[in-house]
């Protein structure tokens, strides 16, 4: 009996030895690098909509910030880059927005961008790849850009089409 229970003690240390080793290691040793090559082009916006971006402040603000971000070539300068960024977004959304651009179709991709600011904020603090997150802010940033020159280019007057006269 004493042989059987010594085995068993032996085989259950071994056993639990096993497990602890297996354990995955936490620090790979690896660091992050933000390609900012990748990149994609900031979307151009029509001379009437820059007409009436150049008196709105906030926006402004977002675009200027948005030019670091193509200056950050390490993950530092992004983390830097994303957090100005992301107080820029929240002034611009707590600021007055101009009478044509003061509807839903752009608030929505600002609601967009702002998650994917995020996004990159907690791939950053949580020690992932920043790059595809990054590229998928600016694609929203993109969208936000093309809906200002979508709102200017497709005015359609409203009374003429909920008018039943």
Same mark, same amino acid.
């Given at each position: ?8 003690? !032996? %085989? ?6 096993? /497990?602890?080793?297996?354990? =995955?290691?936490? #620090? &790979?040793?690896? *660091?992050? !690098? %933000? ?6 082009? /900031?979307?151009?916006?029509? =001379?009437?909509? #820059? &007409?009436?971006? *150049? ?17 950050? #070539? ?92």
């Amino acid at each position: 009996m004493r042989k059987l229970l010594s085995i068993l003690i !032996v %085989f259950s240390v071994l056993w639990s030895c096993k /497990k602890t080793e297996s354990a =995955p290691s936490e #620090t &790979t040793g690896e *660091e992050l !690098v %933000f390609q900012y090559q990748k990149l994609p082009q /900031k979307a151009s916006i029509n =001379p009437e909509a #820059t &007409t009436i971006v *150049e008196t709105w402040e906030e926006f402004k603000a977002l675009n200027t910030s948005m030019d670091v971000l193509y200056k950050a #070539t390490n993950t530092e300068d992004l983390a830097l880059a994303i957090e100005d960024l992301i107080e820029k977004e929240k002034k611009l959304e707590a600021g007055q927005y101009p009478e044509l651009f003061d509807n839903f179709q752009l608030k929505s991709r600002q609601r967009v961008l702002r998650t994917y600011l995020y996004k990159v904020k907690a791939a950053i603090l949580e020690n992932q790849p920043p790059t595809e997150p990054t590229v998928q802010m600016m694609d929203a940033y993109n969208a936000m850009r093309n809906q200002l020159n979508v709102i200017v280019n497709s005015q359609l007057d409203k009374k003429l089409i909920l008018d039943e006269e």
